[in-house]
Each structure stands twice: as C-alpha cells, then as structure tokens.
C-alpha cells in the first residue's frame, strides 16, 4: 500500500474522530426541564448554561487541533510507523475531550474539573507538537520555512500552566483556556509574516 493511500485512510480516520468527539461533546450538555425553560430562572437554568459555555470552549478547542493537524497532513506526501503511532497519540487524547469536557463543566471552579480538562489540553498540544516535529523530520522539504512549531507549542506552555495553575486557583484557568485561542494569530503575526511569500499559503 502506498504512502498516498496511508495518509488517506489516516486522514478519513481523523475526520471520523472529530465528528463524533463533537458529537459527544452536544450529547453531554444537560437540557433543562420544562419547568425551568417556563419559569426562566437562573438557579435551574444554570447546569445548562454551564455545559453551554463548555461546548462552545471545547468546539473551539477541538476546531483549532483539527486546523493544526490538517495544517500538517495536506504537506505530506509519505508516512512511517512512527508518524502513524504519533497520529493515533494524538487521537487517542482527542477522545477524552467530551469526558474532560464534563468534568469542568460541572466542577469548572473546582480543581478536579479545572485540572482535567487542562491537563487533556496540554497532552493535546504535546502530541501535536511531537506529531509534528517528526512530519519536519520525515519530510523537511515538504515545509520550507514555515514555523509549524510555534502555535502548537505554544498551546503546550499555555495548557501546562494551565494545569499547574488549576491546582492552586482553578478559577483562573478558564483565562488560559480562552488565550489560547489567539494562538493563530500569533503565529500569523510573528510567525508566518517572517516567511518567504512562498510559504504564506502555509498551515495554522
């Protein structure tokens, strides 16, 4: 089977990861009864609007990785074992996002829902970030002067002090959360507008 073919059915698999790690992620948002929706008062209303702001973070956050792998995979051309084992690493800490989701949805101000979903952020930055270390390394040529670096490892620094602050103030880690959604445009910013024009049409 040829390299092609590999990245293809890795890619398929990708895709078919996220639909149903999003799709999981609406399936855990708790619906009011229909006395809160009729009364419209905020104590009942709460759980739901808790697992709101949850979905729309972790959507968010998921989009994001889904960019930064896509960023990669759409420059490649070959593969090898080592680049499918980081690519399934990195799955397999994108599926525990709809868990951790819930964990800080219910306790987000609580240190055991604030560090679990830092803590599954980060190990989705770090094997992002290892990912692509090794696809630079298997084909160098395929991504010249683009810095495909910096956002992932980025959200790396941003979700481990995420993590460690959660074990201190676990309200304050909703801040990095959201910051790092800016990553992008940091890297837009002093990453690729460094580059050859060549490179511009580069990944997140």
């Not at 240190?111 to 692509?132: C, D, E, I, M, V």
């Not at 959660?166 to 002093?190: D, G, H, N």
């Amino acid at each position: 089977m040829n390299a092609e073919t590999d990245l293809s059915r890795l890619s398929r698999i990708t895709d078919s990861v996220f639909a149903v790690v999003v799709t999981l992620l609406a399936y855990r948002v708790r619906l009011p009864s229909q006395e809160a929706l009729s009364a419209f008062a905020p104590g009942p209303l709460e759980p739901f609007l808790h697992d709101l702001v949850a979905l729309v973070m972790s959507f968010l956050v998921a989009t994001l990785f889904w960019l930064l792998h896509w960023g990669a995979f759409r420059r490649m051309s070959r593969s090898d074992f080592r680049f499918v084992a980081l690519h399934f690493a990195f799955l397999g800490a994108l599926v525990l996002l709809p868990i951790s989701t819930s964990l800080m949805s219910s306790a987000s101000t609580k240190l055991a829902g604030a560090f679990a979903y830092s803590a599954n952020l980060f190990l989705l930055a770090a094997t992002q970030t290892l990912f692509r270390v090794h696809a630079r390394r298997l084909q160098p040529e395929a991504f010249g002067n683009v810095p495909i670096l910096l956002t992932p490892s980025l959200l790396t620094g941003i979700f481990g002090a995420a993590a460690i602050i959660s074990l201190y103030s676990p309200s304050a880690s909703p801040t990095l959360w959201f910051a790092s959604l800016v990553t992008p445009f940091i890297e837009r910013r002093w990453g690729v507008g460094r580059v050859s024009k060549g490179d511009v049409s580069a990944d997140v």
